[in-house]
């Protein structure tokens, strides 16, 4: 028997670190806390996309990255990449030794809290600094 991996689609693009990450929680038992995070970030946001990327950087630090990804004026309907304009990647990173996977967790959730109010989710996906 196969085991499936947990969706984690909608606003988000796939990414192996995306996937990574939700497996990690899906292993957990807290996939649950994960995906209401997705819902409050999708709900705010219908149009715009995001690219998480994490690891471990060159000084050994844990980074994880959001990219957005909004649709371009004139599109009514985007229907592949060239629909959208790529914004400059926000990276957040910390010293601490920690698990990247927990790293990029715990900003997806934060992320996700009380958006689209909090702050960091107006810098990453409203662009309000």
């Known amino acids: 028997m196969q085991t499936q991996s947990p969706s ?4 988000f693009l796939y990414s192996d670190s ?7 929680v899906a292993e ?11 819902k409050n970030i999708d709900k705010a946001a ?3 996309r995001l690219l998480l990327d994490a690891g471990i950087n060159d000084k050994g630090d844990a ?3 959001f990219t957005k ?7 009514v309907i985007p229907k592949s990449m060239d629909d959208y ?3 400059e990647p926000i990276v957040f990173t910390t010293d601490k030794t920690k ?15 009380s958006a689209p109010e909090n702050n960091m989710y107006k810098r990453i996906v409203l662009n309000k600094n």
């Open 46 to 48: 219908l149009r715009t």
């Open 28 to 38: 957990r038992g807290k996939f649950g806390k994960l995906n209401e995070a997705r």
């Open 85 to 87: 304009i790529k914004s």
């Open 8 to 11: 984690f689609k909608a606003k």
């Open 99 to 113: 698990n990247w996977v927990k790293f990029a967790y715990e900003k997806i959730l934060k992320l996700g809290n």
């Open 18 to 24: 995306l996937k990574q990450v939700a497996d990690y």
């Open 63 to 65: 980074f994880v990255s």
């Open 69 to 75: 990804f909004a649709p371009k004026k004139d599109v």
